[in-house]
């Protein structure tokens, strides 16, 4: 059998830096290597790349610069969200949504250790949220409810203005990890009325170790990393203006791209599952959400040696996220949406991106169709 050239189809764990965004940081390194936050020239050259950054991100997510502050990551703007939003409600109830990213569970976990009654809001078996599995758990005692945009693992976006007026309604804080989101909707805040929105920049092919918390303004939340008065007070730490710059490179790149993006994804998916269609015991798991990520489970295989023989023949794929990877537990996002553990554990996530031709999605289809025969016995 011939193998595969490297074809990478794990764009949802991370993407490659784009050439614009990499020329663009470039002179931030060494050139203008300055503290954003020193009062000199330097370092007024270095906030002005950061204030230009700051602006352009707001612009594309209809936000004031104002109600954007810089992160080290999806990661970390997810734990301020839930514990800054969370202490800041006086330790009323939290809401999270079983699909959750481990970002979000975990911090959901530290909320518990600190006192704070954290609750689990299901899905149905197309992995989305139920708006009226949701009002029934409101009431004037919740403070926080947690739902991300479009799944990492499965694609499935979730209702988020329609969640984002539930809580309203409720007077509690609605946040939305938009991390996986980002890359492929239009998002407009005010237009989806949530109060905290997540970023990370290696989704877009922008930098790894930068991201984004939009605070609406008004918003009251308490810090989580202490130390100076960096981002308006709001998160101490020296500004990373190369990442900074190369996150709104990217960004901007991202939307102006998105709809000729989203019909090469389209076409991409088309293909791929063309490339399977005749290969039996196969079935997508989760509702149509974005075009880039497929979770497919195929009855019979262990995902474990499916993804290691992939991977030998030079196509990386991944059995969801990334940060959960090296651990043998079945996907949560999976049982959560009814699967039982061995199906979870049959299932991978393929996703797509722009650099993909249609002979790299047709090449790998053919390679994982005869690598699931063959692990199959037949
Ligand atoms: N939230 C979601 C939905 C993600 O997919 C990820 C990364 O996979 C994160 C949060 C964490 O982002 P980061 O890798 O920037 O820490």
Known sequence: ?????????????????????????????????????????VGRKAMLAVDNARDKIAEILHANPKEIYFTSGGTEADNWALVGGALAQKGKRVIVSAVEHHAVLSAADKLRDMGVKVDVLPVNNGGRVEISALESMMDADVGLVCVMM?????????????????????????????????????????????????????KFYGPKGIGALYIKS?????????????????????????????????????????????????????????????????????????????????DGVDNDSLLYAMDLKGVAMAAGSACASASVKPSHVLTAMGLSEQEAKNSVRISFGKDNTEEDVRTAARVLKEEVEKQRGL
């Open 1 to 41: 059998m011939q193998q595969a050239k490297n074809i990478y189809l794990d764009h949802a764990a991370t993407t490659p830096l784009c050439q614009e965004a990499f020329e663009k940081m470039s002179p931030y390194f060494c050139d203008c290597f300055g503290n954003a936050d020193s009062p000199h020239g």
């Open 218 to 298: 008004g918003v009251k939340i308490e810090k989580f990393v202490s130390g100076g008065e960096q981002e308006r007070g709001m998160r101490g730490g020296t500004v990373n203006v190369p990442a900074v710059v190369g996150f709104a490179t990217a960004l901007e790149l991202t939307a102006k791209e998105r709809a000729e993006r989203q019909a090469h994804l389209s076409a991409l998916r088309t293909a791929f599952l063309e490339g399977l269609a005749d290969l039996d015991g196969v079935t997508k798991n989760g509702e149509e959400g974005l075009p880039a990520v497929l979770n497919l489970r195929f």
């Open 150 to 202: 479009a799944n990492n693992e499965t694609g499935v976006l979730q209702p988020t203005k329609e969640i984002a007026t539930l809580c309203k309604k409720y007077g509690a804080l609605c946040f939305a990890d938009g991390v996986q989101a980002a890359p492929y909707l239009d998002i407009d805040v005010k237009e989806l009325g949530v109060d905290m929105l997540s970023l990370s920049a290696h």
